[in-house]
């Protein structure tokens, strides 16, 4: 017959130091694999702007459609430090004037970059400071538009453009790709 101190000499379990010593080595492996796995702050600046840009477009061309009133996206191309602006302009009193919130002027993040095509041209930034020619991008009350696609784009994160444009239904659409090589 087996005593009582030879059964507890056979289940010997793990000291308090070798549960910590493997808690600690897991959780240096957790931290290392979110790391690895957290966002690009780059390409989240990218997202959440074009994220931005699209619900501030639909909310233009159901505000345009109810107002009655075109509504206009305009842009100052970046200039050596400064960064790419835009601005809302709404067509009142036979002349395009300034909007203001949620339409407000803004600037975009540094070393974000715009590309603008309309009807599959390439928009000639030279004509985005003369106001007489209007906003690039013009919502009208009939939820009209000009066939478009905007990329919004980084050097430092080539793997991914932001592209928001607008659908044959008349619908502004978002999509992440990744940039043609």
């Keep these: 017959m087996k005593t009582k101190s030879s059964l507890t000499q056979g289940q010997r379990g793990f000291s308090l130091i070798e549960i910590l010593v493997v808690l600690f080595i897991i959780g240096i492996l957790a931290g290392s694999i979110s790391l ?10 990218l997202s959440d702007t074009a994220a931005s840009m699209t619900g501030l477009m639909t909310l233009a061309v159901d505000d345009a459609t109810l107002s009655g009133e075109p509504i206009g996206i305009s842009f100052s191309p970046a200039v050596l430090d400064d960064p790419w602006e835009i601005y809302w302009q709404r ?17 975009l993040p540094p070393g974000m970059d715009v590309v603008l095509q309309m009807s599959g041209e390439l928009y000639d930034w030279t004509q985005a400071e003369a106001p007489e020619n209007g906003p690039a991008l013009i919502f009208y009350p009939s939820a009209e538009m000009m066939p478009f696609i905007l990329t919004l784009k980084n050097p430092l994160a080539p793997d991914v453009d932001q592209h928001i444009g607008s659908s044959i239904a008349g619908d502004i659409i978002w999509k992440e790709r990744p940039r043609a090589q």
């Design 36 to 45: 690895t796995l957290g966002g690009n702050e780059i390409e989240d600046e």
């Design 91 to 107: 067509f009142r009193d036979g002349r395009w004037q300034p909007e203001e919130e949620p339409f407000q002027r803004q600037a």
